[in-house]
């Protein structure tokens, strides 16, 4: 167990559809990063939060939204989904101190959309 | 915008071998991090092993061992005494500083099979 959680693991879903992913960062990490999977894919960003500020957007859609809660949850929202969204979401976190030089990210063991 | 290349799309190694994993990375940058990350078929990404390049040694971790080559932007990992738990896709990935505001960049992995 990463320290990490997120919920829910598996979730099957139609096209034009809207989901809500959730991660619950490891204690006392303030940053959570969310990453996509698609099927045999490298890991791209999506979005990252600072207590509860957001901090850094990668390649994430405009039908795609994220926000981090005062309790340092986050949720990632997809909406008008299609079939090219089914893919692995990892939610990650880091305490953001700079501990060893290197923010290193402890990751979820993912939330599995898939579309149909 | 930086890049991580990972040019074996698939290896294997018989068990007990020793396998090196292939990275390469362009950046302007002259202080950074580098990661690889192992996820096995659980789908879980796990953090094997880091290094920061001011730091000259390359990294290790008990059968991990990074070869950084900061002037040829290279970081291979090698994997001594290879365990069938080895088997993984395993992702290099690059950190820019400030580390806080900075997300990771992945390649595209590797396919590791470790064969008894």
């Known amino acids: 167990d990463s320290g990490v959680t997120q919920t829910p693991k598996h979730l099957i879903t139609a096209t034009g559809q809207r989901v809500t992913l959730r991660c619950s960062p490891r204690s006392g990490d303030l940053s959570v990063y969310w990453y996509q999977q698609s099927l045999d894919q490298g890991l791209q960003f999506l979005i990252q939060?600072?207590?509860?500020?957001?901090?850094a957007k990668g390649n994430i859609l405009e039908r795609f939204s994220a926000q981090q809660f005062p309790d340092l949850h986050s949720e990632l929202n997809l909406s008008s989904l299609e079939l090219g969204d089914s893919a692995l979401y990892f939610c990650?976190?880091?305490?953001?101190?700079?501990?060893?030089?290197?923010?290193?990210?402890?990751f979820g063991a993912g939330s599995r959309l898939t579309v149909l | 915008a930086q890049t991580v290349t990972q040019s074996q799309p698939e290896m294997s190694v018989q068990e007990a071998e020793t396998v090196t994993l292939s990275c390469t990375y362009d950046?302007?940058?002259?202080?950074?991090?580098l990661f690889w990350y192992k996820q096995p078929p659980s789908r879980q990404m796990i953090l094997v092993i880091r290094q920061e390049a001011y730091k000259q040694q390359n990294a290790t971790e008990n059968r991990f061992s990074v070869n950084f080559q900061k002037a040829a932007k290279s970081f291979s990992l090698k994997i001594s005494d290879s365990q069938l738990g080895d088997t993984a896709m395993y992702f290099c990935?690059?950190?820019?500083?400030?580390?806080?505001?900075?997300?990771?960049?992945f390649g595209k992995g590797t396919r590791l099979s470790v064969i008894a």
């Open positions: 990935a690059f950190m820019k500083p400030p580390s806080g505001n900075t997300p990771l960049v």
């Open positions: 950046t302007s940058e002259n202080n950074y991090y």
């Open positions: 939060y600072y207590n509860g500020e957001e901090r």
């Open positions: 990650a976190s880091s305490d953001d101190r700079g501990y060893s030089g290197a923010n290193v990210l402890t």
